[in-house]
């Protein structure tokens, strides 16, 4: 996928289809002597996935409305207004992300996109084997789900002591690696009415000291 380019050969591409936007529609803009102003930008794209097309199929708003909005004028740019409509407009590139995840979960198996972050991973997919900390018993994936969404729940609404970062801005504010995690999941009822419970434990920080013995 991607802007015409030897259009020929991979049109004669099984599947491959191609479709105009204009990148206005996806926020494109740049100033010019008047102002800051969108970018219409007409480009023509190449694709064999479905999802991906239907996304970028966008025009400017102003074939349709009476009143339209100015449009930035590419001959009054300098060299660096013109480097700034070469990249993609965030909205834009979104759309092919968003557009690709949705093909390929047709197709094959996509994870979270950016997003639509998973950040608890709570489908029971990702847990068919997860084995019980005490008895190493299988446990159901369902209910692993369902234990690992309620001890988030907690650390997050009743506690607060949960957010989302990266782990490079860790480092760059300590100077070390997070902390090491673990999930600890247990059945406390039993098999025929099982109660699946689910901790996230974190490494212990401080070493114990031993106590001193008088003589």
């Not at 996304?55 to 102003?62: E, G, M, P, S, W």
């Not at 909205?91 to 994870?111: D, F, H, I, Q, W």
């Not at 997050?156 to 860790?170: H, P, R, T, V």
């Not at 212990?204 to 008088?214: K, Q």
Request: aromatic content about 6%.
């Amino acid at each position: 996928m991607g802007p015409m380019d030897g259009e020929g050969e991979v049109l004669d591409m099984e599947g491959v289809v191609t479709v105009d936007c204009d990148q206005c529609a996806f926020g494109l803009w740049c100033t010019d002597c008047l102002g800051e102003a969108l970018v219409k930008k007409p480009t023509k794209w190449m694709t064999n996935a479905k999802e991906i097309a239907a996304r970028l199929d966008r025009k400017c708003v102003n074939e349709k409305k009476e009143e339209k909005h100015r449009l930035c004028d590419l001959l009054k740019l300098d060299k660096k207004g013109m480097r700034v409509i070469e990249r993609y407009p965030v909205a834009l590139v979104n759309a092919v992300l968003k557009g690709l995840r949705t093909e390929l979960n047709s197709t094959l198996e996509a994870g979270s996109h950016v997003d639509e972050p998973d950040v608890w991973q709570t489908h029971p997919e990702y847990y068919e084997n997860i084995y019980d900390a005490n008895s190493g018993t299988k446990l159901d994936a369902g209910l692993v789900a369902k234990g690992r969404e309620a001890e988030m729940d907690f650390l997050q609404n009743d506690l607060g002591a949960w957010s989302y970062d990266k782990i490079e801005n860790c480092v760059q504010e300590t100077g070390k690696q997070p902390i090491p995690m673990t999930w600890v999941d247990i059945n406390k009822g039993d098999d025929m009415r099982p109660n699946v419970r689910c901790r996230l434990c974190v490494q212990e920080t401080r070493s114990r000291r031993r106590p001193r013995m008088r003589r």
